[in-house]
């Protein structure tokens, strides 16, 4: 059974601090993507790497880094957590073949006080 | 750029009523690839669905089935006799050729009352 992994399904981080959000896959998929779901957004995507070390940009970076050592983790990175980045974050995974669909984490919702 | 516009953001169907969502999608390529996802209030987005721009084939999988309209860039989608677990968030997706991302629609909250 196909599987990506996020280390924490909830998670409450105080303003300023720096927070790491993990991300496994055991697919041996060469891209993986973090989103960020909000209500009435749907999904917006964050950053994706695709390869190891290889990073791109996505639609809202601002406030996020990534970092990606090995193929199959994938690490978001808040340097300094703001409130407004409370939300709910969702890793994905795929292969490089385009007609292949995306496969998801089960989510992290993390809240920032 | 691409976009996905899923108009309708809360349906509310009675169970074995159907239900059809509706997603408009906006690219520049010739080819690309449509996707329907379902997120259970569990979380995971659970793939559901694939279509390429090449292939106009309307199917029909079970309780569900899709119509694609290349003429009006719509991948509407069916779940046909609704039953209370399909209560969900369902996402329309779209991946161009030659590019890895996938952009999505901001989903359409399905409610199935029994």
């Known amino acids: 059974d196909v599987k990506v992994t996020q280390s924490s399904r909830y998670l409450v981080k105080r303003t300023g601090e720096k927070v790491f959000l993990e991300c496994v896959q055991d697919?041996?998929?060469?891209?993986m993507f973090w989103y960020r779901q909000d209500p009435g957004l749907g999904l917006r995507l964050i950053y994706f790497?695709?390869?190891?070390?290889?990073?791109e940009k996505g639609d809202i970076p601002e406030g996020y880094s990534v970092s990606r050592e090995k193929k199959e983790r994938f690490s978001l990175i808040l340097e300094s957590a703001s409130t407004n980045q409370t939300s709910m974050y969702l890793c994905a995974s795929s292969t490089t073949t385009l007609n292949t669909e995306a496969f998801f984490g089960q989510g992290t919702r993390l809240t920032v006080v | 750029a691409q976009k996905v516009t899923q108009a309708q953001t809360e349906i509310s169907v009675v169970e074995k009523e159907d239900v059809t969502l509706d997603c408009v999608y906006e690219t520049r390529d010739t080819t690309y690839y449509l996707f329907w996802y379902k997120q259970p209030p569990s979380g995971e987005l659970v793939f559901l669905i694939r279509r390429n721009s090449f292939d106009e084939q309307n199917e029909i999988s079970g309780r569900y089935s899709w119509n694609f309209q290349k003429s009006t860039s719509s991948f509407n989608f069916t779940i046909t006799a609704s039953q209370v677990v399909d209560s969900a968030v369902y996402f329309c997706?779209?991946?161009?050729?030659?590019?890895?991302?996938?952009?999505f629609g901001k989903g359409n909250q399905v409610v199935v009352i029994p």
């Open positions: 997706a779209l991946r161009p050729y030659g590019n890895n991302r996938l952009a």
């Open positions: 697919m041996d998929h060469e891209n």
């Open positions: 790497s695709y390869d190891v070390k290889m990073k």
